[in-house]
């Protein structure tokens, strides 16, 4: 079996850093990316059986996980990095000791800014958040990435701003999800904390988890929801009949002709 030469042939490409994924985390990556893969053709075929304006969940959940796909593909091939200088070492790390920089995979963050939102976008529709609450969640959820990603890039104290900013706008996510969210859904109508190799599993099962698996949970539960439901609530979760829209645009009847 010819072993994976992803690092080999792209070692050439873009500056290196000093601690950097080996041919094992290669592997897991394509692994992640494998698994991403079949889970996006999964939701989109079960997507192909249902009437076209029902598949709008299917469609939103495909899509996140084929740039998850993309991402760990890119990760798989270590590209889509830039070293960073560590701001810590650890003496008790020979590997991490050693290191000057570490390599940041700006195209994780690059999936999350796409990603996230379209999760987002799922559990607030299902949840029957009104437009407004919706655009206001995704904004945080965007400022949230990007602050993740700038002060990833940042090697020295500075980065901890970065960090505040970001914890904030995740803080008004969770509340928007667990507070707003859920009155909608029940109204009746840092820093060097991980090795590189603890990083790599760590966000590997995480986006399994999350995308993957959140998917399976999502469309699982529409199972169970009338096509023709087209309740939203207002901002005080009161229940608004709104028409329903095709993905060509315009309202439709629940059974389109």
Same mark, same amino acid.
């Given at each position: ?71 760990? #593909? ?87 701003? #970065? ?95």
């Amino acid at each position: 079996m010819a072993r994976n030469q992803a690092l080999h042939t792209n070692a050439g490409i873009g500056q290196r850093a000093d601690l950097e994924i080996t041919n094992h985390g290669s592997d897991r990556y394509y692994t992640v990316c494998a698994v991403m893969g079949t889970a996006t053709l999964v939701f989109w075929f079960q997507g192909l059986r249902k009437p076209y304006p029902d598949r709008t969940f299917n469609n939103i959940t495909a899509a996140s996980t084929f740039v998850a796909c993309i991402a760990y #593909f890119t990760m798989g091939s270590n590209l889509g990095q830039v070293p960073v200088l560590a701001e810590w070492t650890r003496p008790s790390s020979t590997k991490v000791g050693a290191a000057g920089t570490r390599e940041i995979f700006y195209v994780r963050y690059i999936d999350w800014f796409i990603t996230t939102p379209l999760l987002l976008l799922d559990l607030l529709l299902t949840s029957r958040m009104p437009l407004p609450m919706i655009l206001s969640t995704i904004f945080a959820d965007l400022i949230m990435v990007v602050c993740g990603l700038v002060g990833a890039l940042v090697s020295t104290g500075f980065k901890w701003g #970065f960090w505040t900013f970001g914890s904030a706008a995740f803080l008004l996510v969770v509340w928007q999800i667990l507070v707003d969210g859920r009155r909608h859904a029940f109204n009746p109508g840092g820093p060097d904390l991980f090795d590189i190799y603890a990083r790599l599993i760590f966000y590997g099962v995480l986006d399994i988890i999350s995308k993957v698996g959140f998917g399976v949970v999502l469309l699982a539960g529409h199972r169970n929801i009338p096509s023709d439901d087209t309740n939203a609530s207002d901002e005080n979760g009161q229940a608004v009949t709104q028409p329903r829209y095709s993905m060509a645009g315009g309202p439709t009847t629940s059974n389109p002709v």
